[in-house]
Nanobody, 127 residues
């Protein structure tokens, strides 16, 4: 069974940092691009970052560019999203997902081809 197991998240103050992890189970993560999405209450799902299978291509939404760092360790079957300089508007549920490639359309990360999905991890930003 192909699964993405998420960990990390939690609470941090504004300006703080958190690291989210995404571990592949049942398949080799090296075969997939890994995308990160977040869902904020009252808003739709936002594609915020993606890293190609090789790690050479990285996408960041404008809302997180310069603050978030995406990485992967194919040998460990892991991908990571480091959230830096957190803002209150970064609070939400974060999901990782596997895709054949990072699909960016008109500057927006698409979730059309994402499968499998992680179950999500909650991030709160509060002082």
């Amino acid at each position: 069974q192909l699964q993405l197991l998420q960990s990390g998240g939690g609470s941090a103050p504004p300006g703080g940092s958190l690291t989210l992890s995404c571990e592949a189970s049942g398949f080799q993560i090296a075969s997939y691009a890994i995308a990160w999405f977040r869902r904020v209450p009252g808003k739709g799902r936002e594609g915020i970052s993606c890293i190609s299978s090789s790690g050479q291509y990285k996408y960041f939404a404008n809302s997180v560019k310069g603050r978030f760092v995406i990485s992967r360790d194919n040998a460990k079957n892991m991908a990571y999203l480091q959230l830096n300089n957190l803002k209150p508007e970064d609070a939400g549920t974060y999901y990782c997902g596997g895709d054949g490639a990072c699909t960016v359309t008109y500057g927006t990360l698409s979730d059309t081809g994402v499968d499998p999905w992680g179950k999500g991890t909650l991030v709160t930003v509060s002082s």
